[in-house]
């Protein structure tokens, strides 16, 4: 179980992102979903965004999208697209899913929810809220409040 750094969490659950409506053109809805959270919408950040965004819920590593980038003919650097990933995640666009030290993932789903991770195959799977059963919640020190509560359960393939 990981449990985020409370004060971040609570910090940034100060101000929720606002969801944008969708037009149907990935390309005006990027730039009004940048423009609603106060990013000017560069060049950069809609190449990404559009990449991120455009194909609904999904977990990505800033190497995939860096890689997914390249191929797409978008010229960034591998530190753009983290400063993008983190930028899209300090201001509510992204939510950030760490598996273990190494491996950070970046959410387009930001609702609440948990995430099994595949051992071995590096796949980050949502878990239906309904079905997660969180124990005794912990009492956060004084001065702080739980803000949220990231579940991942951690599969491997049965042996055959
Ligand atoms: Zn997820």
Redesign the pocket.
Same mark, same amino acid.
């Given at each position: 179980m990981i449990f985020t750094n409370v004060a971040e969490a609570t910090e940034r659950l100060a101000s929720p992102a606002p969801r944008t409506v969708l037009t149907g053109c990935p390309w005006q809805d990027v730039k009004a979903m940048l423009r609603e959270v106060g990013l000017r919408p560069t060049r950069q950040r809609m190449a990404l965004g559009w990449i991120l965004f455009a194909k609904g %819920?999904r977990?990505i590593t800033a190497e995939m999208l860096y890689e997914e980038a390249t191929k797409a003919k978008v010229p960034v650097s591998l530190a753009t697209v983290y400063n993008t990933l983190h930028q899209f995640t300090d201001v509510g666009l992204l939510r950030q899913?760490a598996v273990d030290g190494s491996k950070t993932y970046f959410?387009t789903?930001v609702s609440q929810?948990h995430?099994f991770f595949v051992e071995g195959e590096n796949a980050?799977l %949502?878990i239906p809220d309904a079905d997660v059963v969180v124990g005794k919640t912990p009492v956060a020190p004084a001065g702080y409040e739980i803000a949220r509560i990231d579940v991942v359960v951690r599969l491997r393939r049965k042996a055959p």
């Amino acid at each position: 179980m990981i449990f985020t750094n409370v004060a971040e969490a609570t910090e940034r659950l100060a101000s929720p992102a606002p969801r944008t409506v969708l037009t149907g053109c990935p390309w005006q809805d990027v730039k009004a979903m940048l423009r609603e959270v106060g990013l000017r919408p560069t060049r950069q950040r809609m190449a990404l965004g559009w990449i991120l965004f455009a194909k609904g %819920d999904r977990h990505i590593t800033a190497e995939m999208l860096y890689e997914e980038a390249t191929k797409a003919k978008v010229p960034v650097s591998l530190a753009t697209v983290y400063n993008t990933l983190h930028q899209f995640t300090d201001v509510g666009l992204l939510r950030q899913v760490a598996v273990d030290g190494s491996k950070t993932y970046f959410d387009t789903n930001v609702s609440q929810h948990h995430h099994f991770f595949v051992e071995g195959e590096n796949a980050l799977l %949502d878990i239906p809220d309904a079905d997660v059963v969180v124990g005794k919640t912990p009492v956060a020190p004084a001065g702080y409040e739980i803000a949220r509560i990231d579940v991942v359960v951690r599969l491997r393939r049965k042996a055959p």
